[in-house]
């Protein structure tokens, strides 16, 4: 069992190849006992964007305050708060914070195995 508020949980730089002003917190995760899905919360800066990436899982994500835009298979998607994102795997994709404030947006995985 696990109750906490966001700002009470550390954050730290994405450091991947092609990440700019984006930082992560990971909210509920294995460390706290779950066991099939972890739930990060991704801060932009504005101008801030992921990295054009894939990769094998799906995930959600609920976007909780922020302007930006979704960079899906080579085509935009604008979106903002309250929007919901589903990114199927392997498929090429980047948020970008387009506004003027942070962009804040969760994001739940399925957990590997083992």
Same mark, same amino acid.
Request: net charge negative; with cysteine; charged share 25%.
């Given at each position: 069992? =696990?109750?906490? =508020? ?8 994405v /450091? #991947?190849? *092609?990440? =700019?002003?984006?930082?992560? &917190? ?6 706290? *006992?779950?066991?099939?899905?972890? #739930? &990060? #919360?991704? /801060?932009l ?6 990295p054009?990436?894939?990769?094998? @899982? ?7 305050? !922020?302007?930006? $835009?979704?960079?899906? /298979?080579? @085509?935009?998607?604008?979106?903002g ?12 994709? &980047?948020?970008?914070? $387009?506004g ?13 195995? !083992?």
């Amino acid at each position: 069992m =696990k109750i906490e =508020k966001t700002s009470n949980v550390s954050k730290s730089p994405v /450091e #991947m190849d *092609g990440a =700019k002003d984006v930082e992560i &917190r990971w909210l509920i995760s294995k460390a706290d *006992g779950a066991e099939n899905f972890a #739930m &990060r #919360m991704f /801060e932009l800066q504005p101008g801030g964007h992921t990295p054009l990436h894939t990769h094998a @899982q799906e995930h959600e994500v609920f976007v909780v305050e !922020g302007d930006g $835009t979704f960079v899906f /298979e080579d @085509q935009e998607h604008p979106f903002g708060a309250e929007h919901v994102i589903f990114v199927p795997p392997n498929k090429e994709h &980047r948020f970008k914070n $387009t506004g003027d404030s942070v962009l804040r947006m969760l994001c739940i995985i399925p957990t590997p195995a !083992g």
